[in-house]
C-alpha cells in the first residue's frame, strides 16, 4: 500500500525534473528491502499523473536484489526472509545493498527549433 | 520532437530526511526527546499510552502528538489525563495520507508547546506500511504488535518491525484465548531483526507496562537514542 506515497513522490520529482516538457518515460531503482509491488506502483503512478506533464509517461524499474554481509565475513544475496547468516547463524549483520529508491532519469520530448514552415 | 533523456539521481527519501532533521534541530533545542510509535490499527497504540499516562512515567512530563487521518478520537481520550495533546490529522489538506511524515509533523510544531515536555510521542496512523519509510525527526522509533495481529507479522512487514529499536507484544493477557504462539512470534521477530529490543505486556490489565515506561525514561535520558 506504500506504492502510493512512492508514486507520488516519483511524480513530483519526475514533474520538477520535466520543467514542464512532456514525459515519456521515468527510470527507478527499487532496491528488494523496499518491498514494493512493481505492479501496483505502475498502477498508483498512471492514476496519479492524469492531467501532469507524466500523463502516459512508462515507469521502468530496475529492481536490485538484497546483499547481506555477516561480521563473520560471509556475504550472500536475500532470498527468503532472514537476517541470520546462513553460515554461522548470527544476527551481526549489515545490509550491502537492496535499501535505494530513487529516481535515475527521465526521458522528455523536447520541442525542436520553433521555426515554423 | 525528439526524446530527450534527463539525469535525476534523486533519492526519494532525500527531501522528507531534510525536514526531519529541522525537526530533530528545533527538538534538540527544546529539550525534546521525541519517540514515533507505530503499529496497525487497534494494536493498542493509545491505550498503551494512556495506561502509561495515568501510573505516569517518573517525574517526566510527557507531551503527545497524535496522529489521525481523520477525527480527534484518541486525542481526546488523552487530554482527559491532563497532558499536553496536540491532533495531527493527515486528512484536510494532506490527502488522507495513511503515515506522517517530516513535513506534516513540522506543520504542527508550532501548535506544540515544547517548553512544557521533556519526551514528545508521536502517535503515528495506524498503518504498517508506509510510517516505516519516513522519518520524522525522532530519537527512537516503537512498535507495537498485538498477538491478535498473529506471529507471522514480522515476516510479512519486515521493513517496520526493522526500522524500530523496540517491540512492544501487547495484548498478552488474551493469550490464553489464542492460537499465537509467542515462541514462533519471537523466532520471526529474530529472523527479521536480530537481537532487537522486545517487551511483552497488557496495556488493558497493565501488566509489563511499567517496562515501557523505563524504556521512554530511556530514550528522554538520551539513552537508545537513533543516529
Same mark, same amino acid.
Given at each position: ?75 550472500? /544475496? ?20 537492496? /535499501?535505494? $529508491? ?16 | ?13 532525500? #527531501?522528507?530526511?531534510?525536514? #526531519? ?18 503499529? #496497525? ?11 502509561? $499516562? ?128 509467542? /515462541?514462533?512470534?519471537?523466532?520471526? $521477530? ?38
Amino acid at each position: 500500500m506504500h506504492e502510493l506515497s512512492i508514486g507520488r513522490e516519483i511524480l513530483e520529482t519526475a514533474v520538477h525534473h520535466a520543467e514542464g516538457r512532456p514525459v515519456l518515460l521515468v527510470s527507478v531503482t527499487i532496491g528488494a528491502l523496499r518491498q514494493v509491488v512493481p505492479d501496483s506502483l505502475q498502477f498508483n503512478f498512471a492514476i496519479l499523473a492524469r492531467g501532469t506533464v507524466c500523463e502516459g509517461a512508462r515507469l521502468q524499474a530496475r529492481l536490485v536484489p538484497a546483499r547481506l554481509r555477516c561480521e563473520c565475513g560471509h556475504e550472500w /544475496e536475500l532470498h527468503e526472509l532472514s537476517f541470520l547468516c546462513p553460515r554461522c547463524g548470527g544476527g551481526r549483520t549489515s545490509v550491502l545493498d537492496g /535499501e535505494q $529508491l530513487s529516481v535515475e532519469s527521465i526521458e522528455v520530448e523536447e520541442a525542436p527549433c520553433t521555426a515554423r514552415r | 520532437m525528439h526524446r530527450t533523456k534527463v539525469r535525476v539521481a534523486s533519492d526519494l527519501l532525500d #527531501a522528507n530526511e531534510t525536514i #526531519a532533521r529541522a525537526n530533530r534541530a528545533d527538538f534538540d533545542r527544546a529539550g525534546v526527546r521525541v519517540v514515533n510509535l507505530m503499529s #496497525a490499527p487497534g494494536a493498542g497504540k493509545t491505550a498503551l499510552l494512556e495506561r502509561v $499516562l495515568i501510573d505516569g512515567v517518573g517525574e517526566l512530563r510527557v507531551g503527545v502528538l497524535e496522529g489521525d487521518v481523520q477525527g480527534s478520537l484518541d486525542a481526546d481520550r488523552l487530554s482527559a489525563l491532563h497532558v499536553p495533546v496536540t491532533q495531527l490529522n493527515t486528512d484536510p489538506g494532506f490527502g488522507g495520507e495513511c503515515h506522517l511524515d517530516a513535513n506534516m509533523v513540522r506543520s504542527a510544531l508550532g501548535a506544540m508547546e515544547l517548553g512544557e515536555v521533556d519526551l514528545l510521542v508521536i502517535e503515528n496512523v495506524g498503518n504498517l506500511v508506509c510510517p516505516a519509510e519516513f522519518r520524522v525527526g525522532e530519537d527512537a522509533r516503537a512498535m507495537i504488535s498485538s498477538v491478535t495481529e498473529g506471529e507471522d507479522k514480522p515476516l510479512k512487514y519486515p521493513l517496520m518491525f526493522r526500522t524500530c529499536e523496540l517491540v512492544v507484544v501487547n495484548k498478552i493477557d488474551l493469550l490464553p484465548h489464542l492460537d499465537f504462539s509467542l /515462541e514462533r512470534f519471537l523466532e520471526n $521477530l529474530e529472523r527479521v531483526n536480530p537481537g532487537v529490543e522486545h517487551m511483552l505486556l497488557s496495556a488493558r490489565t497493565g501488566k509489563g507496562v511499567e517496562g515501557f515506561a523505563r524504556w521512554l525514561t530511556a530514550v528522554a535520558g538520551g539513552e537508545a537514542a537513533h543516529a
